[in-house]
């Protein structure tokens, strides 16, 4: 059978509640952050031509005389 | 309108952001940041920080989300072992279908971006990863094999080749024996523990391989995966993806890590009161080893231009 709440349980609950909320909304504004700044760099990378990941050598081990350059 | 119920007992609802985080299993999540961010760093090619940021963060959340799915499952067995008992969802702080969620929007949401912001091949490898440890390894092995461990080791050496592919959005050998190195450290290192914590393990029916195989075939099988592990890690010099530097270092790493295992894997347990200390040694170098390997990787490519 369920117990009613006392106030310092009430209490304690609120605050969790209330401090999960603040964590949310943190990771949401830092997410907003992020998408924008994502955003930002996806059209910088498109202005210039240069979309998607920077090319790269082939799968070839590199010499040394080549890597080093 | 309160969301509080007065009249109820204290809801689970009342777990706090703590308890969350827990879910994610932090720690092991460091090694996941650092070797995915290993991968990246030594990918040729250039990837803009801020996505390089978020890939590491698509990892890293993406880990996180597996691992909450993996607690959610094994909430029942973690309530029988003193190690993972006072989990949140066992210890009753948490409702088992929030962590299930939380993991599965963590995964989703990873996944999301990491193929939107990064690349479709990087987020596809990413969701595999995950689909990897929290059914192929949690769901399917864990509960049925003592090779759990071996098989399952595959989904922590995922993070290096999600970070390469990151940088290069295609598949090549080098990324994929960064993928091995893991995947053949990970018996031994777990296997070392497993060890010294086997009677939690057996308790609640976890056919891990001191449990299953014994003891003395269990401490063969370090050996004989750090015999192994030696050779592979030097691969990569040897087939001239990297450097001296990270040859020697390697080298010296491996021998110490094959030296640590010989002592664990030719040794007999002294009863009920040996201390388990160079079992509790090889565990504990095996952190420090493949944080040292991996950042060998970073500091060569970085030196020698490797790679670049």
Not at chain 2, 2 to 25: E, G, I, V
Not at chain 2, 99 to 107: E, P, V
Not at chain 2, 179 to 191: A, G, N, S
Not at chain 2, 270 to 286: C, H, I, N, Q, V
């Amino acid at each position: 059978m369920s117990q009613p709440l006392t106030p310092t349980e009430l209490a304690a609950f609120r605050a969790r509640q209330k401090s999960r909320s603040r964590a949310l909304a943190l990771v949401l504004v830092a997410l907003v952050v992020l998408f924008f700044a994502i955003t930002l760099v996806k059209l910088k990378t498109e202005k210039a031509g240069a979309g998607g990941p920077a090319p790269t050598s082939t799968d070839l081990p590199l010499t040394k005389s080549q890597g080093a350059q | 309108m309160s969301l509080a119920p007065s009249s109820t007992t204290l809801p689970s609802m009342a777990a706090d952001w703590r308890d969350f985080y827990a879910l994610t299993k932090p720690r092991v999540m460091t090694l996941v940041i650092f070797t995915g961010l290993c991968g990246l760093l030594a990918a040729p090619g250039h990837i803009n920080p801020v996505l390089g940021f978020t890939a590491i963060l698509c990892i890293a959340v993406g880990a996180g989300g597996a691992a909450a799915l993996n607690m959610w499952w094994e909430s029942d067995l973690d309530a029988g072992m003193k190690r993972t008992r006072h989990r949140p969802v066992p210890a009753g702080r948490m409702e088992p279908t929030s962590a299930r969620d939380f993991g599965f929007a963590l995964s989703g949401g990873a996944v999301m971006v990491m193929g939107l912001a990064i690349g479709w091949l990087a987020g596809l490898i990413l969701a595999f990863s995950i689909f990897y440890y929290a059914w192929i390894y949690t769901v399917w092995l864990k509960p049925r094999t003592p090779q759990n461990i071996v098989i399952g080791g595959g989904a922590g050496a995922f993070p290096p080749l999600i970070g390469w592919i990151a940088v290069t959005d295609h598949i090549t050998l080098m990324p994929v024996l960064l993928f091995l190195i893991i995947f053949v450290w990970t018996p031994p290192h777990f296997w070392a523990l497993a060890l010294f914590v086997q009677i939690d393990y057996a308790k609640v029916g976890i056919p891990m391989m001191p449990v299953v195989a014994g003891e003395r075939s269990t401490r063969l099988q370090i050996l004989a995966y750090a015999v192994v592990l030696l050779p592979l890690t030097l691969l990569p010099w040897w087939l001239g993806y990297t450097g001296r530097i990270y040859g020697v270092a390697a080298l010296v790493l491996g021998v110490v890590f094959l030296m640590f295992s010989a002592k664990v894997g030719l040794r007999h347990t002294r009863g009920t009161d040996d201390a388990m200390k160079p079992e509790k040694r090889l565990f504990g170098y095996s952190i420090l080893y493949l944080f040292v390997l991996f950042g060998m990787l970073v500091v060569d490519h970085v030196a020698t231009g490797y790679g670049a």
